[in-house]
């Protein structure tokens, strides 16, 4: 049987919020999620640092896991470098990017957030996708690198006051017209992680991911393929220290009870 994984990419752990709908799609599908601890976070970067090493690091990870698919589980890397993996990889790449045509779709008083990184939400790809999805929507932006942090506390353990998911919020609430937000993109891997927090801090909001579309485009693209079994999932990091050794419970929680060092 083929024992070809399914390969996850972030630069941290918020690829998990991906990784769960898809094992739910594929339960009998091994998986490897990989993890630049050492490239972490993102969305402080500039685009020329991401588009240079993610490339890279998906073709080391290519050679040794020999994946049947890579999922970009990282909204800024997903909008910076994936025409380059694309293009550099001879195997399906599936991106992660903002789920602004869902949020359109829910949205009563037609005003919407979009929640990311710094990096993600100054990109031209968030620009198109509104032109094109929610045209007759206002779009408010806002940039959290705090979110990230608070999401990767959470998996390590570590309490969060709930006061700093209500001061993150108010970046997209305290813009002008931001009161009336009824939807709110979570385009961010990491914070769905954390989204009954935000959900908490903001009652009168809904929010969306991109996780459940992209559990589909997995199942589309990988029609007719056999599976093995999932067997022992494995997590492998870019730098392995002590931080990315206290993820072992919430890792081998979501199936990935092997930890590797690239």
């Keep these: 049987m083929d024992q070809r994984p399914i ?69 800024t890397a997903s909008t910076i470098a994936l025409p380059v993996v694309r293009a550099a990889l001879d195997l399906p790449v599936v991106g992660t990017v903002p789920a602004i045509k869902p949020a359109a779709s829910l949205s009563k008083t037609r005003t919407i957030g979009v929640l990311g990184t710094e990096a993600t939400v100054r990109q031209a790809y968030v620009d198109d996708l509104a032109a094109k999805f929610a045209g007759d929507c206002t779009v408010l932006r806002y940039g959290s690198a705090a ?7 959470k998996l390590h353990g570590r309490v969060v006051a709930t006061e700093r998911y209500a001061a993150v919020l108010d970046g997209l609430f305290s813009q002008p017209g931001g009161d009336v937000i009824d ?28 996780g459940p579309g992209i559990a589909r485009r997995i199942v589309h693209l990988m029609q007719g393929e056999s599976w093995s079994g999932a067997g022992e999932g494995v997590a492998v990091f870019t730098r392995l220290g002590d931080e990315e050794r206290a993820l072992g419970p919430a890792l081998a929680g979501r199936g990935f009870g092997r930890i590797e060092q690239l």
């Design 7 to 75: 390969l996850f990419f972030d630069s941290g752990v918020g690829g998990l919020s991906i990784v769960g709908p898809a094992r739910a799609a594929l339960p009998d599908a091994p998986f490897v999620y990989a993890a630049d601890s050492a490239g972490f976070p993102y969305g402080t970067k500039s685009e020329a640092e991401i588009a240079a090493r993610v490339p890279v690091l998906l073709g080391r990870l290519a050679e040794r896991y020999r994946p049947r698919l890579i999922v970009i589980a990282c909204n």
């Design 183 to 210: 939807v709110i993109v979570n385009a961010c891997t990491h914070f769905p992680l954390v989204e009954a927090e935000l959900a908490a801090a903001a009652p009168g909001a809904r929010f969306v991911d991109g």
């Design 147 to 153: 979110l990230v942090e608070m999401a990767e506390a």
